[in-house]
C-alpha cells in the first residue's frame, strides 16, 4: 500500500524541557539579582568577607547557568537536526516537481527548527520575568512598580512593529536576491546572442540596477534593525534609570532600606533583560515557526507491499482536477488515460506513482519498480551505457539489440561509451526519450509509464516502439494521450476533463 501522510514531527520535540528550564532560569536570575544586592549591602556597611564571598557565588552560579543552557540547546538543536534530516532523506527519492520548494529550503527549515527550543525557553524567560514585578513592589511600593509596567507596555508594541518591519524587509531582500541570481543566470545563457546583436550593454545594466536596489533593501534591513535595538537599549535604560532615581529620593528620605533599593533597581534589570533578549530573537521565532510549519505540510510517502493489483486508486483526487479517480491495474494490463492538455494527465500519474500526495483517496501499490517516462526525463552526464544501465552489468549485444529495437541507430549509437550531456543537447526530444525508455525496460519494471510521448515520434519511430512494448506480455502499461493510444493497445480507458 502507498499511503500518503504528512510528515509527524519528530519525537522529543524538547518544549516542555525548554519551558521548565525557562521557568528555572528565570527564578535563578532573580534569585541571583536578591543575592547581588546583598553583597553590595555587605560591602556598603564594610563586611568585605562576606560581600564578596557572595559576588563569587554569583558568578560561580551564573557561569554554571549559562554553560547548563549553552550545552542543551547544542544537543536539543543537534538531535532535532538529526531526526528531521532522517525524515528529509525521503525526500530525495522523488523528482522535484515544478513550482514546488527546492531541497535546500527543506534542509535551512530543519536548521530553523532547530533553535525551536532555545527560543521556548527565552519566551518563558521573558513572561514569567513579571514576576520579579512583585519583588519591586515589596520592596520600594507602588511608584516604582507602575513605572516599569507602563515602560514594559510601551515596549512590547515597539518590539512587534520593528521585528515586523525587519521581517518584512528581509522577505522582499530575499526574493530581490533570488530574482538577481536568476536574472544573472538567464543573461549569461544568452552572453552569444547579446554578444553578437551588440547589446552587452542591456545585460550590464540590467545586472546593475537589480543589484542596486538589493544593496538599497539590504542597507534599510540594516537601518531598521538599529533602530529596534537603539528603541530597546533606551526603554531599558529608561526603565532603570526612572526606578533608580525614585528608588534614590525614597533612599534619601529614610523611606527605604538600601537592601530594598538595590533589589528594586537589580530586579528592574533583570526583568528587562529577558524581555531583551527574547525582543532580540525576533526573525530566529518567525523563522523556527514558519520553518516548522513547512516541514509539517510536507508529504512523505511510505509503501507496504500488498496482495492484490500492482496499482489500485481508490476515490482519488489530485491536486489539479476536482475529479475522481478510481482504478486497477493487473500484470499485462494497458491503461490508456486521456484528456486535453492542462487536464492533469501528468499530475493523476505521478500521483499513482507516489510523487505527489492525493487530496483525497488512497493509492496502493504492490509493485516493486515503476517506469516513468515524459518528455520532461532527464538525462544523465555521462556516456550512453551509463545512461542507460545506470551502472549495472549488461551484455553489450543486449543493450545494442535494444537500442536498435527502439529505432536508435546510427553512428551516434553504435558506441555505446559515447558521451551525452545530461541537457540532452545534440539529441532530439525523442531520441532522448527512447533513450530513457530504454533505461526503463532494461530494468524490467512491473509497470510502465508513458506519459504523452508518442508525439515527439514519428509515425515510422511509433510503430517499431509500439511492436517492441507488444512483446512485454507482462508488463503493465498506462499511456497518457490528448487523444487516442499510438504506442499501445488499451484494455482500459480513463477519460479525464469530460463533461457530459
Do not use: C
Not at 508594541?157 to 521581517?167: D, H, I, M, N, V
Not at 510517502?301 to 493489483?309: C, E, F, K, L
Not at 532527464?378 to 551484455?395: E, F, Q, V
Not at 506519459?451 to 507488444?470: P, W
Amino acid at each position: 500500500m502507498a499511503s500518503v501522510d504528512p510528515t509527524p514531527a519528530p519525537k522529543g520535540s524538547f518544549s516542555g524541557p525548554a519551558r521548565a528550564l525557562g521557568a528555572i532560569n528565570v527564578f535563578v536570575s532573580l534569585g541571583l539579582a536578591v543575592l547581588v544586592a546583598y553583597a553590595l549591602t555587605d560591602l556598603a556597611h564594610r563586611s568585605l568577607g562576606t560581600g564578596l564571598l557572595l559576588l563569587l557565588i554569583v558568578l560561580v552560579i551564573r557561569w554554571l547557568v549559562a554553560l547548563i543552557l549553552f550545552e542543551w540547546n547544542t544537543y536539543t538543536a543537534r538531535e532535532i537536526r538529526q531526526r528531521w534530516r532522517i525524515g528529509a532523506v525521503d525526500h530525495l527519492r522523488f523528482p522535484r516537481l515544478e513550482g514546488e520548494r527546492s531541497r535546500g529550503d527543506l534542509l535551512l527549515a530543519i536548521d530553523h527548527a532547530a533553535e525551536g527550543p532555545s527560543i521556548e525557553l527565552l519566551a518563558t524567560s521573558a513572561r514569567l520575568s513579571v514576576l520579579g514585578l512583585t519583588l519591586v513592589f515589596w520592596s520600594v511600593g507602588w511608584l516604582s512598580t507602575l513605572i516599569t509596567v507602563i515602560l514594559m507596555a510601551v515596549a512590547v508594541p515597539l518590539y512587534q512593529r520593528a521585528g515586523k518591519r525587519s521581517e518584512a524587509l528581509a522577505h522582499e531582500y530575499q526574493n530581490r536576491r533570488a530574482t538577481l541570481e536568476s536574472r544573472q543566470l538567464e543573461l549569461l545563457g544568452h552572453a552569444p546572442e547579446l554578444r553578437a546583436l551588440g547589446a552587452t550593454e542591456y545585460g550590464a545594466d540590467e545586472i546593475t540596477a537589480i543589484s542596486t536596489s538589493e544593496n538599497t533593501l539590504a542597507l534599510r534591513a540594516i537601518r531598521v534593525a538599529l533602530e529596534s535595538s537603539l528603541v530597546t537599549e533606551f526603554l531599558s535604560g529608561v526603565s532603570i534609570g526612572l526606578v533608580a532615581m525614585v528608588v534614590g529620593f525614597s533612599l534619601l528620605n529614610g523611606r527605604v532600606t538600601l537592601l530594598r533599593a538595590l533589589i528594586a533597581v537589580l530586579v528592574t534589570g533583570e526583568i528587562f533583560t529577558s524581555i531583551r533578549k527574547f525582543g532580540a530573537e525576533f526573525h530566529r521565532r518567525e523563522n523556527a515557526a514558519t520553518s516548522l510549519a513547512l516541514l509539517h505540510e510536507t508529504q512523505s510517502v511510505t509503501r507496504a507491499p500488498s496482495s492484490g493489483p500492482l496499482l489500485r486508486a481508490s476515490g482519488v483526487v489530485t491536486r489539479v482536477s476536482d475529479e475522481i479517480h478510481s482504478l486497477e491495474l493487473e500484470p499485462g494490463q494497458r491503461l490508456l488515460i486521456t484528456g486535453p492538455s492542462g487536464s492533469g494527465k501528468s499530475t493523476l500519474l505521478q500521483t499513482l506513482v507516489g510523487w505527489r500526495a492525493p487530496v483525497e483517496g488512497v493509492v496502493e501499490s504492490s509493485t516493486g519498480t515503476i517506469g516513468y517516462v515524459s518528455v520532461e526525463s532527464p538525462l544523465l552526464s555521462g556516456s550512453l551505457w551509463t545512461n542507460i544501465t545506470l551502472g549495472d552489468d549488461y551484455p553489450r549485444e543486449r543493450v545494442a539489440a535494444l537500442l536498435s529495437e527502439l529505432a536508435l541507430t546510427g553512428a551516434r549509437f553504435f558506441d555505446l561509451d559515447a558521451p551525452l550531456l545530461a541537457d540532452g543537447r545534440g539529441l532530439s526530444t525523442g531520441e532522448t526519450v527512447r533513450i530513457v525508455l530504454a533505461r526503463s525496460l532494461l530494468r524490467h519494471p512491473d509497470v510502465l509509464i508513458l506519459d504523452d510521448i508518442s508525439g515527439v515520434m514519428d509515425e515510422a519511430t511509433q510503430q517499431m516502439v509500439r511492436e517492441r512494448l507488444q512483446r512485454e506480455t507482462k508488463l503493465a502499461i498506462i499511456e497518457a494521450t490528448v487523444d487516442n493510444a499510438l504506442l499501445t493497445s488499451p484494455s482500459q480507458k480513463l477519460v479525464m476533463g469530460h463533461v457530459d
